[in-house]
């Protein structure tokens, strides 16, 4: 169960927004999930997902910080411990990242990054376990994003106008380099969700 396995999971929790006018994201927002693992072939409740927005100002900008936190159940950390938090600030209107921070603790693996945008060029920080810090500078595309930046950018697709099957495609940042993302619509689903 590691980030590979999250960060689809996270990608799947928002294609069902209805998209708004504009990004439709504002400074306040709050939105808590329960992550779920398949084991044994149960879905089973183990981490909770909480993303939140807040506006951050600087004595020259103003920014949407975009937080998503992912955290196993205490009952679960005996079995593999997860405590990772992803940041992300962005321009407001356009959700042009500026600033992206990541710290992950994965079952006592640790790393911290810190990518810093200006234009089509990324200055990254990271430091894996106790090792010492690198730093590295590379270019990127111009529509490339990091991955809490293209979490929110999705909820600005309309979803209304896709076909089942049609595929949208995006490029992420992680890991120090770019990476294609393709979603895939596979139509929608009415579901029971409890007694509203």
């Known amino acids: 169960m590691k980030k590979i396995v999250l960060l689809p999971l996270l990608l799947l929790l928002f294609v069902s927004f209805k998209a708004d ?113 690198t730093t590295r500078a590379f270019s990127i595309g111009a529509n490339s994003v990091d991955a809490i930046t293209l979490l929110y950018k999705l909820r600005s697709v309309d979803f209304s106008k896709m076909k089942s099957g049609q595929t949208k495609s995006f490029t992420i940042v992680f890991d120090e380099k770019e990476i294609p993302v393709t979603l895939k619509f596979m139509g929608t689903e009415s579901i029971a969700a409890g007694n509203l």
């Not at 100002?57 to 205490?74: A, D, G, I, P, V």
């Not at 009952?75 to 959700?95: A, C, H, M, N, Q």
């Not at 990541?102 to 790393?111: A, L, N």
């Open 21 to 133: 006018e504009g990004n439709g994201i504002e400074a306040g927002e709050k939105l808590v999930y329960a992550g779920s693992y398949n084991m044994s072939g149960l879905m089973t409740h183990i981490a909770q997902v909480t993303m939140s927005t807040e506006n951050v100002n600087t004595s020259k900008n103003q920014y949407l910080h975009l937080s998503c936190e992912l955290s196993t159940f205490s009952k679960w950390d005996k079995f593999f411990k997860i405590r990772d938090l992803y940041e992300s600030y962005v321009t407001p209107g356009s959700l042009k990242p500026n600033l992206y921070k990541r710290s992950i603790d994965e079952g006592g693996y640790t790393k911290k990054e810190k990518y810093v945008f200006k234009g089509n060029q990324v200055t990254s920080t990271v430091q894996k376990r106790k090792r010492p810090e």
